[in-house]
């Protein structure tokens, strides 16, 4: 009780949809950023959480972040930090050698700048939902698995469906549904950038979706290029409705959900974790 007596919440203008926005983040002409915390020794020793969003214009959004870690840990070492969607969590093993790990450097960037836990939603490097330590922070990785499977079952009323994640990462999103992994996914990096398409994507049993409806779940859908390849196979193996739900709608790209509706998927749907416009993507707000 006292504790929560003594906890003060920082939402910055990115996340003015969870608490009005309290401190202010502004730009020069050359785009570098400013931060100002107006109310900053009303801070002094007391438990603080931020609220900001990292995506997108990541680098730009990790900087201000810092910038404001400078100012609070000056007043308070119980500096806690909530952003829904992680950026640079996927490079987070050395596939090739010599490759730098950002989901290390992340992670060890917010520890030594004075952030005591962080709290996201299916964090790409994390396995399920739980507490986690990562280059010494503490992550809190809550999943929107309950929620997107929620919509699914609105979605399709009466009628049965099955649950199906395009790869292992993903899989314990079908952990409270019946439901398949679908666990080989390999991925060919373009000549150019690092630019990847989806290779092939079986599974060791084969997919018993002769005319079943299908709810894909996924952690993020960036070029869509593993839904899109998902749902043609399994309308190639007798699929009846398919309908794609994840929680983070990265859609890097030209009208990627367009491209997505086009493929044979009936509806995509994700959470607030990314502001999105795009008015084709049913989006789910996420209750903190
Ligand atoms: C990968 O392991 C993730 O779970 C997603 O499947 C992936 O990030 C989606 O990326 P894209 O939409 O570019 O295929």
Same mark, same amino acid.
Do not use: W
């Given at each position: 009780?006292?504790?929560?007596?003594?906890?003060?919440?920082?939402?910055?203008?990115?996340?003015?949809?969870?608490?009005?926005?309290?401190?202010?983040?502004?730009?020069?002409?050359?785009?570098?950023?400013?931060?100002?915390?107006?109310?900053?020794?009303? %801070?002094?020793?007391?438990?603080?959480? !931020?609220? +900001?969003? &990292?995506?997108? /214009?990541?680098?730009?959004?990790?900087? =201000? #972040? *810092?910038?404001?870690?400078?100012?609070?840990?000056?007043?308070?070492?119980?500096?806690?930090?909530?952003?829904?969607?992680?950026?640079?969590?996927?490079?987070?093993?050395?596939?090739?050698?010599?490759?730098?790990?950002?989901?290390?450097?992340?992670?060890?960037?917010?520890?030594?700048?004075?952030?005591?836990?962080?709290?996201?939603?299916?964090?790409?490097? %994390?396995?399920?939902?739980?507490?986690? !330590?990562? +280059?010494? &922070?503490?992550? /809190?990785?809550?999943?929107?698995?309950? =929620? #997107? *499977?929620?919509?699914?079952?609105?979605?399709?009323?009466?009628?049965?469906?099955?649950?199906?994640?395009?790869?292992?990462?993903?899989?314990?999103?079908?952990?409270?549904?019946?439901?398949?992994?679908?666990?080989?996914?390999?991925?060919?990096?373009?000549?150019?950038?690092?630019?990847?398409?989806?290779?092939?994507?079986?599974?060791?049993?084969?997919?018993?979706?002769?005319?079943?409806?299908?709810? !894909?779940?996924?952690?993020?859908?960036?070029?869509?290029?593993?839904?899109?390849?998902?749902?043609?196979?399994?309308?190639?193996?007798?699929?009846?409705?398919?309908?794609?739900?994840?929680?983070?709608?990265?859609?890097?790209?030209?009208?990627?959900?367009?491209?997505?509706?086009?493929?044979?998927?009936?509806?995509?749907?994700?959470?607030?974790?990314?502001?999105?416009?795009?008015?084709?993507?049913?989006?789910?707000?996420?209750?903190?």
């Amino acid at each position: 009780m006292l504790y929560n007596l003594c906890m003060l919440k920082l939402f910055t203008p990115y996340a003015s949809d969870f608490g009005r926005a309290n401190l202010t983040i502004k730009h020069f002409p050359d785009t570098e950023s400013y931060v100002l915390i107006p109310q900053i020794k009303s %801070l002094k020793n007391k438990k603080v959480i !931020i609220y +900001n969003r &990292l995506y997108p /214009e990541p680098e730009k959004r990790i900087f =201000e #972040l *810092l910038l404001i870690l400078s100012r609070v840990k000056e007043e308070t070492k119980h500096i806690e930090l909530f952003v829904p969607y992680l950026p640079y969590a996927r490079q987070d093993r050395e596939n090739k050698k010599g490759e730098a790990l950002s989901a290390d450097v992340l992670c060890g960037i917010l520890k030594s700048s004075g952030v005591k836990k962080l709290t996201t939603y299916d964090c790409h490097f %994390l396995p399920k939902p739980g507490i986690f !330590i990562r +280059n010494d &922070l503490t992550i /809190e990785n809550k999943s929107a698995g309950t =929620e #997107l *499977l929620a919509y699914a079952k609105k979605y399709f009323g009466k009628e049965e469906f099955c649950v199906v994640s395009p790869d292992q990462g993903a899989s314990y999103f079908t952990d409270n549904a019946q439901g398949f992994t679908m666990n080989k996914k390999r991925r060919r990096v373009k000549e150019h950038g690092l630019e990847t398409e989806i290779h092939s994507m079986e599974c060791d049993n084969e997919l018993d979706v002769k005319g079943k409806n299908i709810c !894909i779940l996924d952690d993020i859908v960036a070029s869509g290029g593993t839904i899109i390849y998902a749902a043609k196979h399994l309308k190639k193996l007798g699929a009846k409705k398919i309908i794609v739900g994840a929680t983070h709608g990265v859609f890097c790209g030209d009208k990627i959900a367009e491209k997505i509706l086009k493929s044979s998927c009936s509806r995509i749907f994700v959470t607030n974790s990314i502001l999105n416009q795009d008015k084709v993507v049913k989006v789910l707000n996420l209750e903190i």
